[in-house]
């Protein structure tokens, strides 16, 4: 196993422009750290930087404690499975598998012993006398799994090695890894992928990176945590709106009241008051802010047990029932429609006026430059 450590890296291009800004992280020994963010904000960058198939343009990289910046590829330990699977067609699958290890010089009885091992993990026992062209995308992407796995290295990383399977052989292959991880692979993994999905159900950590039209901030770590913690306690606007499918609503408004367990904003456009259970000694009354509630936390008031919290009343715009849950869009008087996904089938159409709430410790509450506002544990509100 191999802990990752970066500091302060930096990796910028000819004409000075920089895709990698100051990021300072540390990945233990056996951690799934995924790398999330959206396309353009230097994730597969920093995971080549990793590998050494890009050189830092400053800071420090450390494998289990030595200092990487130099190192060549071949020595710093780490395996990588691509996109695109990188397979030699004119080779076996045992072939393909054991190409590293034939250039290591292995034994013969030691190659052998390890490919048929990763095959018989991998469910590719039948198919070693195959060529890729024979196999289909899920099961070349698991050759390509098992090249890496009989090299045993300290660090495996993965570039989107999904992204390029449909969608049922993408949660099959998402299984078989998370599956290799705890069981079978002894390594630290660094993962890339612009799916959330992916990274909610494989991730032990997640490093949340930023894009968008803040060229200051491309490149940088908007934040890292675990998914949970991500999903229920983001640090900003940018992490709570990525993080979450459907993405959170957001409603802007203007702070009422503030006290050190709670926020009371007026809804523009709307009138509307909300009280979130939140940190408010900082903020000042008539300062402009962002509510924000999920999808799932948009109740429906006339549903029993649904009668407490805060309420507000918008029209049905349009009704999508996918069977065990239905997304109810609603009209907002700017900006995107409200959101809200409830269980079941819901008794409503297009046009229905319904009564919708919000528990105060579901709300979040951001402020004018983005940053969320601290949940107030001590709240009455979310007891």
């Known amino acids: 196993m191999a802990s990752i450590t970066l500091n302060a890296v930096q990796k910028s291009y000819g004409d000075g422009a ?25 994730k597969s960058t920093l995971l ?13 990289l450390r494998i289990s404690g030595e200092l990487m910046n ?16 990188a397979l030699f067609p004119h080779m076996s699958v045992y072939d393909n598998i054991g190409f590293g290890l034939k250039l290591a010089k292995t034994p013969k009885d030691e190659l052998d012993r390890r490919v048929r091992e ?18 289909s995308g899920g099961q070349r992407q698991r050759v390509a799994i098992g090249r890496a796995i009989v090299r045993r290295p300290g660090v495996f990383l993965f570039d989107e090695p999904l992204s390029n399977l449909d969608a049922t052989l993408r949660g099959q292959t998402r299984i078989e890894i998370a599956r290799l991880h705890k069981q079978f692979v002894d390594a630290s993994v660094v ?7 992916e990274a909610m159900t494989l991730a032990d950590k997640i490093v949340l990176l930023r894009a968008g039209p803040d060229v200051q901030r491309l490149g940088s770590i908007a934040q890292v945590g675990s998914p949970l913690e991500l999903y229920h306690r983001p640090n900003s606007r940018f992490v709570a709106g990525f993080i979450g499918s459907p993405q959170m609503n957001f409603l802007p408004a203007k702070v009422v009241s503030c006290e050190a367990d709670a926020v009371r904003v007026t809804l523009e456009h709307t009138g509307e008051t909300i009280t979130v259970a939140a940190d408010g000694s900082a903020l000042q009354a008539g300062q402009s802010a962002c509510v924000g509630v999920r999808p799932e936390h948009l109740l429906l008031a006339s549903r029993e047990g649904n009668q407490e919290g805060n309420r507000i009343v918008r029209r049905v715009m349009l009704v999508e029932r996918l069977g065990e849950q239905t997304y109810l869009h609603f009209e907002q008087p700017c900006g995107d429609p409200l959101l ?15 009564t919708l709430s919000m528990l105060a410790r579901h709300c979040h509450l951001f402020t004018d430059d ?3 506002v601290a949940a107030s544990f001590n709240s009455p509100h979310l007891a």
Not at 340 to 354: I, Q, R
């Open 18 to 42: 920089a895709v990698i800004r100051n990021v300072d992280l540390d990945i233990g020994e056996h951690e799934f750290c995924v790398f999330l963010g959206p396309s353009g904000c230097g």
């Open 48 to 60: 080549r930087m990793i590998a050494g198939l890009e050189d830092l343009s400053g800071g420090e």
């Open 70 to 85: 130099d190192v060549p590829p071949a020595e710093r330990g780490v395996a990588m499975v691509f996109q695109s699977y």
């Open 118 to 135: 990763a095959a018989r993990v991998l469910q590719l026992d039948e198919l070693l006398e195959r060529k890729p062209r024979q196999l």
């Open 191 to 197: 993962y890339v992928t612009h799916d959330q999905v």
């Open 340 to 354: 809200a996904k409830a269980p079941g089938n819901v008794a409503t159409e297009a046009g229905a006026e319904l």
């Open 370 to 372: 983005g940053n969320a």
